[in-house]
């Protein structure tokens, strides 16, 4: 690898699954052997792109550009979360199921639980707390509030993101269908989900009077 090291979720998968793999071929030989089996120097492993030590990241984290260091293997909301104290971002399933990780990468919906950190070098990453505009909550955070589109607060922060990702991209009157679509992946044990939607209107209703 020439240039400026890369870190990729396929070069770091690719060392992780080849070296095991490499290693149950070496036989009953001892550990020393296995070892040698998979050193760096295999040409399946890539040693500079897996890791295994820390790694810098340049981002710009809701609005402000961050430098930190990260694994290779740490996913974006293991980075928010543990190492940077940004817990509005919730960590429930972990499988990428329940929408409660979401955040904004570049304008886009992802979840934060099955992003690598290091996939968003040099992207635009906007958590639930960067909806805010000068510590005063957006319309549409206020509209959760003021309509109760929100108990245990666990689904919260994602469906924020989700319906703030809706409220940027549309055009023309907002409809029940539309923001329905833009939750199907948010997952709210509570119930809430008509509330989220009148909250949503409602926001999208005030945003058009301005």
Known sequence: MTGATKLTRRGLLRGFGAAPVIASCAGPSSGEAAAE???PADPLIDAVAIGPG???LDLRLNGAARTVEAAPQATLLALLRDQLA??????VCDRGACGACNVLIDGEVRSA???LAHDVAGREVTTVEGLATSGAPSP???AFVELDALQCGYCTSGMLI?????????????????IQGAIAGN???CGCYEQVIAATLSAAGERSAL
Request: with cysteine; glycine share 6%.
């Open 113 to 115: 639980c099955m992003t």
């Open 54 to 56: 820390l790694a810098p």
């Open 37 to 39: 089996a998979v050193s």
């Open 162 to 178: 989700s319906c703030s990702a809706l409220l940027s991209r549309a055009r023309g009157p907002l409809s029940r269908a539309q």
């Open 86 to 91: 940004i817990t509005g971002t919730k960590e």
């Open 187 to 189: 997952l709210c044990r």
């Open 140 to 142: 549409l955070q206020r």
